[in-house]
């Protein structure tokens, strides 16, 4: 397999494991999230979900990264 096919396969395989356990991780609802309602408008940044993730990802990627 080349190197290019593998990553894909790796990122595909991290997707699929984050939609499936999405419903039951609670993100988008963390303290911190910014949600303005007024009228019949709503903004939502979810800000703190966002650093979460990232750091998560980052964690994920530094790992794959070490023991390639």
Do not use: E
């Amino acid at each position: 397999m080349t190197g290019l096919s593998k990553t894909l396969m790796i990122i595909g395989a991290i997707l699929f494991i984050i939609g499936f356990l999405m419903p039951y991780l609670n993100l988008g609802k963390l303290p911190g999230d910014i949600v303005i309602k007024k009228g019949n408008a709503t903004f939502y940044f979810p800000i703190v979900t966002s650093i979460v993730v990232s750091i998560v990802l980052s964690l994920i990627f530094y790992f794959i990264g070490r023991f390639r």
